[in-house]
């Protein structure tokens, strides 16, 4: 069985946006309960997360190594909250696990751990480590002569990171067309905005200079992050790499574009009022 959620030809919401939600809702309390933070980084990813586990991957909760199932790393390891999420609405774990995130004694740990967690292929938290592990793995599949797939989800402000230069030019030496990568380009870092810390412009051409195949994407835009994802590799013979243009703790009108929710725990007034703007936007 693959999971793959079922197209609506009505006027409701994409299941992708359902799902989205409902990665947000369960990060917002996780993170809440945990007294953890980066839920403004979850937030950011949450729609790509969706369109991804929703609407492209090959995966089985069921068989978790399943040997044909396509490959997903967070490279932005701090935001492992939203990968636990979208695991567990699609049946890798129960829903009520997810209440014990960054607990003592919990498997799920603040930065996403593989470690009796079905369905994560990797460990990551410190940065620059994914794309590098993602470019072995669909090296190996090349080699194997394999059809699955391997995505992975960097932030912008872990570009800064020379290891994932040296995967850059590594992915496109040999090929690899069929890796993914997804560029989480909310603007904002752990302390500053992206341009105060390290400048990444002209991004896109850089990245086309490394020899990959380059689409700039809304990503919070269901529709146009299936369409692109769906087709990838865009180009035969290269790598595809999707700059996706999101907002920092979308879907929280007070943590959106603020810096100060990359640490900050929702606790309090903070709490109450993010869940009752997330439940009063529920899609249908």
Partial sequence: MLVKSEKQESTSARPSEVLAWKIRRHAV?????????HIGSV???ADILAVLYGDVMNVDPMQPEWPER????????????????????????????????YQDGSILSGHVSHKGVPGVEFSTGSLGHGLPVAGGMAYGAKLAQEKHRV?????????????NWEAFLFASHHKLDNLTAIIDYNKLQS?????ETLGLEPFADKLRAFGW????????DHEALESILTKSPVE???PTVVIS???????????????LWHYRTPQGEEYDAAIAELDADRPE
Avoid: P, W
Wanted: with cysteine; proline share 0%.
């Fill in 29 to 37: 309390e996780m993170t809440h309960l945990g007294k953890s933070s």
């Fill in 43 to 45: 937030l950011s990813i």
């Fill in 70 to 101: 396509d490959r997903f790393i967070l490279s932005k390891g701090h935001a492992g909250a939203g990968i636990y999420a979208v695991l567990a609405e699609i049946g890798f774990l129960s829903v009520e696990t997810l209440k014990t995130h």
């Fill in 151 to 163: 995505f992975v989800v960097l932030s912008d402000g872990e570009c800064d990171e020379g290891s």
């Fill in 191 to 195: 302390i500053k905005s992206i341009e």
């Fill in 213 to 220: 195949a380059v689409r700039e994407v809304d990503g919070h």
């Fill in 236 to 238: 035969h013979g290269k």
């Fill in 245 to 259: 243009h999101t907002t920092k703790g979308k879907g929280i009108s007070f943590m959106e574009n603020q810096v």
